[in-house]
């Protein structure tokens, strides 16, 4: 069968190291998060930046495309949740992201699916990279998924570490 792409889509992150520098590109809100070691500290760094209207970049091009910015509940959709996007007087789309792959009825509505692209160089301290939806992440803090993954890091366990983040 065929996927509706009209209210269907999908975000995407994806990462290249090459030569000595690591490329990120993202779509949505599917995050890469860098972890790092150095003087005995353990962080995380994140490298994408979510597409989502707490952006006021992002927010701003939805609007000047028409789309409206609402709570999901005065639109009666849901009981919960946080701004969304509509169509006027509509309960469509009602998507939480500003760019996404699909979605075809909210590109009239500014979103885009031109992905974020950023470089930096690779350092020796730089261990681990977690990319994840935010299947993940809007259920784990950065910390969290840093302190996760880094216990089974340590042991050379990347499956590990994800079925572990998978279970949180």
């Known amino acids: 069968s065929r996927v ?20 990120t590109a993202n779509v949505g809100n599917s995050r890469c998060l860098l972890g790092i070691t ?14 989502k209207l707490k952006e006021k970049d992002e927010a701003a091009r939805i609007l000047k495309c028409g ?19 509509w169509l006027n ?7 939480d992201i500003t760019r996404s792959f699909g979605d075809i009825i909210a590109t009239n ?3 885009i699916q ?11 301290h730089y261990k681990f990279l977690v990319i994840a939806s935010s299947g993940v992440w809007d259920l784990l803090t950065n910390e969290d998924v ?22 949180e």
């Open 4 to 23: 509706d792409i009209r209210l269907s889509g999908s975000t995407c992150t994806v990462v290249l190291l090459r030569e000595g520098k690591m490329y």
């Open 109 to 111: 509505l500014g979103v």
């Open 146 to 167: 840093i302190k996760i993954v880094f216990k089974n890091y340590e042991k050379g366990d990347a499956k590990s570490a994800a079925n572990l983040v998978i279970d």
């Open 89 to 95: 007087n509509e309960t469509i789309p009602g998507l």
């Open 114 to 124: 031109d992905p974020e692209v950023n470089e930096i160089p690779i350092k020796k």
């Open 67 to 85: 789309g409206v910015i609402d709570y999901a509940f005065t639109r009666k959709v849901y009981s919960n949740g946080g701004l969304r996007i």
């Open 38 to 51: 150095q003087n005995e500290k353990l962080w995380g760094k994140v490298m994408t930046r979510d597409h």
